[in-house]
């Protein structure tokens, strides 16, 4: 194919996003992509969209995400496996491999564009009082549209998941898991082999692109006492740089790092645009055995000989469990489905992280992130011929807090509070994407933030880590096509109200600090709609704040949670095996039982590469022990087919 019609080709795939027409840089950055064949020089091209598919596999995956993803490669390794897997979108491509773009990946085709119930305690300055909650409908998940933040949590996250009855999984026994996947490419950070490790299939590197502003940061938490740490390290409180999940300066979703490289394996197949609508379970045995899904315009079925996995995230995963019969029995009546196993928890204990939108600093110099001032023909050509520039800021974000608010104890290390620290705002880019992504209203958004668009600003978005009010999801009907009733539930839990507030106030605290003020910084005191009529910055304006601008950092998760059998709300167990039915796991960010303490993409992958080990274990050892047992009848020239038909079966 020439550059031409690749330059085409790509163009006119990236117009298909709404609103990315209105770039106009766009065109000449694909075209110098194309130039530089980027496609055809990466060694590790797009998987195969099969449309011939077998009848039956050995393991058919429902959503081919950040965990997905994972699962599909591990499973395949195995020779004589057959794995299926299945993803209801298409694929990435060059727009949402520009780290600087993602906020427009938002509301595109790529986003299932779920939005919660409208709800009184929070997202107030969101259209309909609606929290919009993207999730990626694309091969890769919700690893090709976040912000690429390389965030493991607290040790004590999976310390906690151990003593609530699931062992196996405390920290030194994930630990592995999480090096497993890395490939740390900075070298400093890889010298820490107990943490790190290089060589695995998920780069991780340090953002290619800061600003000064993030030096600034930097020296203000020095100044207010904090060590500088490696927070996937030996310590988590403290400032750092973030790390980001990005590959010579694009991002490098699961996608990328897992399923390109293994595209060539004969035994993995590979289906796009096929969405998954129901597990198939048989009523007397109640042992899944395949799957319905719609793919070219027609229902169809495929067999899984040994296990169904869904991986299709927090939202579709527990909604596939209730469309297939398993979960709360009133409600699977309620909505009509015969119940096959009545599970209390599927779509309860809905955890999420949220943070305070819209704290924005202006400051005196030219150096943030302005949109239109960064964005044009020079910084894509720099991205497109060296792989840095602006471009490659996954939005600003360029360090990271994990800090102490008075409801946590210091000296657990175990903070309370991540401040996402930005060289821009949700103004940086004259009111249209962000405000877009976030669904904030035109009255809001122009009364707070209109008078500094485009101008130079930073911002602190102080996001609390363990909250305590649970969100759940349910069924709108029994259609498989309808989007599940969604109950964010946020700050219904006083606590929470509590500890965001005092995150605001430490937010506001970074501005005055002297780091900060060398740059001039001020915060942008203006009065939000609905709190105007409470004296500014008393506590309760705060409390009132956190209400309207209520930013939903997307980590739905922990809605299928993993929990010993004596605990009547766990939906799967220690060995992520559904309750009550056999030959059926789920593994994705569902089975957190608790939210891990940071941005959850990291453990995700990591739950991915467990959950593969955890059905090697059962499946591998099977085959181990019967062909033990096989062998010792050939030595004893013992071959009945009759009385060991397990031996002439394919292994
Ligand atoms: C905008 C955004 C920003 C984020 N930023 C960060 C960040 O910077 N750092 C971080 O650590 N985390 C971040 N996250 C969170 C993190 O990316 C997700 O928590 C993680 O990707 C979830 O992984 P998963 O495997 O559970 O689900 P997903 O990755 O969402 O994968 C589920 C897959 O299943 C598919 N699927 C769903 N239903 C069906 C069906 N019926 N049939 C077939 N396929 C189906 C979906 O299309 C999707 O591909 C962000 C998330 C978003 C949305």
Not at 369 to 386: E, F, G, K, P
Not at 535 to 543: G, K, N
Request: proline content about 5%.
């Amino acid at each position: 194919m020439g550059v031409g019609t690749v330059a085409s080709v790509a163009a006119k795939s990236a117009l298909a996003f709404a609103g990315v027409s209105t770039l106009s840089f766009i065109p000449i950055m694909l075209a110098t992509l194309a130039y530089f064949n980027y496609n055809l020089i990466d060694p590790e091209n797009r998987p195969f969209n099969q449309q011939n598919l077998r009848e039956t596999y050995d393991f058919v995956i429902v959503g081919g995400g950040s965990a997905g993803s994972v699962v599909a490669n591990r499973l395949s390794e195995v020779q004589g496996w057959n794995v299926l897997l299945l993803e209801a979108g298409g694929h990435e491509n060059e727009i949402s491999d520009v780290p600087l773009l993602s906020l427009y990946l938002h509301k595109s085709k790529m986003d299932w564009k779920y939005r919660t119930e409208p709800q009184d305690t929070a997202c107030q300055a969101m259209i309909d009082k609606r929290c919009a909650w993207t999730k990626g409908k694309v091969l890769g998940g919700s690893s090709v549209l976040n912000t690429m933040l390389y965030i493991r949590g607290n040790k004590r996250d999976f310390d906690q998941w151990e003593s609530f009855g699931n062992p196996g999984w405390g920290y030194e026994d994930v630990l592995p898991y999480f090096k497993k996947s890395m490939d740390q490419r900075n070298p400093y950070l890889a010298r820490d082999t107990r943490h790190h490790s290089t060589g695995g299939y998920l780069t991780v590197q340090d953002s290619p692109y800061n600003t000064p502003i993030g030096a600034a940061f930097l020296q203000a938490g020095e100044e207010m006492g904090y060590d500088i740490v490696d927070v996937n390290g030996a310590q988590q409180t403290g400032y750092a740089w973030y790390q980001l999940t990005v590959r010579r300066g694009t991002r490098c979703s699961t996608a990328k790092a897992f399923l390109r490289p293994v595209r060539l394996r004969q035994n993995l197949h590979i289906a796009l645009f096929s969405h998954v609508t129901k597990v198939l379970i048989d009523k007397e045995t109640k042992r899944a055995y395949g799957v319905e899904f719609f793919r070219d315009g027609k229902m169809q079925v495929v067999y899984a000989k040994k296990e169904v996995i869904l991986s299709a995230g927090s939202i579709a995963s527990p909604q596939l469990l209730l469309l297939s019969g398993i979960g709360p029995e009133s409600h699977l009546r309620e909505v009509g489905i015969d119940v096959i196993h009545d599970s209390p928890g599927v779509g309860k204990n809905l955890q999420d992280h949220i943070a305070v939108g819209g704290l924005a600093f202006k400051i005196d110099y030219p150096i943030s992130l302005v949109m239109n001032r960064l964005v044009n023909i020079n910084s894509a050509l720099r991205y497109a011929v060296t792989e840095d520039g602006p471009l490659t800021s996954s939005i600003g974000l360029e360090v990271v807090a994990f800090i102490n608010t008075k409801y946590a104890n210091a000296s657990d290390d175990w903070p309370d509070i991540e401040f996402m620290m930005t060289s821009c705002s949700t103004s940086s880019d004259g009111g249209t994407q962000v405000k877009k992504a976030h669904s904030l209203t035109d009255e809001f958004y122009n009364e707070v933030f209109a008078e500094i668009n485009n101008k130079d600003v930073f911002g602190i978005f102080p996001m609390m880590l363990r909250p305590k009010s649970r969100g759940f999801i349910k069924l709108r009907s029994k259609n498989p096509f309808d989007y599940p009733l969604m109950y964010h539930n946020y700050l219904t839990h006083p606590d929470d109200v509590g500890v965001l507030r005092e995150g605001v106030k430490a937010a506001v605290a970074v501005g005055e600090t002297q780091a900060m003020k060398r740059l001039g910084a001020r915060f942008h005191y203006k009065p939000v709609p609905n709190c105007k009529h409470l004296p500014l910055y008393t506590d309760e304006y705060w409390d009132c704040l956190i209400r309207q601008y209520t930013m939903t950092i997307y980590h739905v998760s922990c809605t299928a949670k993993m929990g010993p059998s004596t605990d009547p709300m766990a939906v799967v167990d220690p060995q992520l095996r559904v309750y009550g039915v056999e030959g059926l796991r789920v593994i994705d960010a569902s089975i957190m039982p608790t939210i891990t303490n940071g941005n959850i993409n990291a453990p995700t992958i990591m739950i991915g590469e467990k959950g593969s080990d955890l059905i090697k274990e059962t499946w591998l050892q099977k085959r181990s022990r019967r062909s033990k047992r096989c062998s010792r009848f050939e030595r004893i020239g013992v071959q009945s087919k009759r009385k060991y038909p397990l031996c002439n079966t394919e292994r």
